[in-house]
């Protein structure tokens, strides 16, 4: 299935998979089997690739596609109409920011545009590295702690246009640890 879909690709479009999204179709390929054939069956498999992967790679829309037997405008006219998709890949940092009412009324928006400024992609967006992703969210329940942000599993609490410098120099920090750590290892 997946050596069939990426013949049918042009050069340009089979360039654009890196290995990193060629890994996830592979393993999507080896999943769909798995999968009843009926379109009744199209939220569940798009959940269930969401849930393994993270987000729904562009190209696996093709072959669920062609797996349950529809059209690629159905899967993805459902896959835009619920929310719960993306279609980028998270980053290894994902940062969410808040703007519920009260993250919102305290600047919510603002702490979105300095993320954005700093890491040079928009809310929606993963960075060329994957190191970052970006997300505006409804609400993470932390009102009292108003702007809040969730980076990875850990909340930040009253961030400010400047606490935005120090949290992405902090993950900045771990990584290049973890990689000197690493490098000791190896040694």
Known sequence: MLNKLLASLDESERAAVDDEEYAVLKAVAAELPSVKRDVLELIPTLQLIQTKHGYLPRLALRMVADHLGTTVSKVYGIA???NQFRFNPPGRNPIKVCLGTACH?????IILENFERRLGIKENETSEDREYSLERVACIGCCALAPAVVVGEKVEA???PSKVEG????IEVRKEMAAREQKKDEE
């Open 80 to 82: 835009t109409f619920y």
């Open 105 to 109: 009324v305290k600047g919510g928006e």
């Open 167 to 170: 949290i992405i120099t902090e």
């Open 158 to 160: 009253y961030v400010t």
